[in-house]
């Protein structure tokens, strides 16, 4: 886990967010890590991070094209 990965912050895996710091002990807390989420940063706990894995074949495969003006569409 790196600061920036994407990650889910829920178990049920319906929020995701972006890594700001690495997970830290707080006391009486545990180990928590800020996670900018919807535009906001929120503390969560790390047991309830997980970091996102892209599939590198997928992402390969939806790769864009950038279409310029002077590109011809048949």
């Known amino acids: 886990m790196k ?43 790390a047991e309830n991070i997980e970091v996102v894995k892209v599939d590198p074949s997928l992402s390969e495969s939806t790769k864009c094209t950038l279409i310029d003006d002077n590109t011809q569409l048949d």
């Open 3 to 45: 600061i920036g990965d994407a990650v889910w912050v829920s178990e049920k895996k319906d929020k995701i967010g972006v890594l700001l710091s690495l997970p830290k002990r707080k006391f009486m807390v545990g180990k928590i890590a800020d996670v900018l989420i919807g535009g906001r940063v929120r503390r969560v706990l």
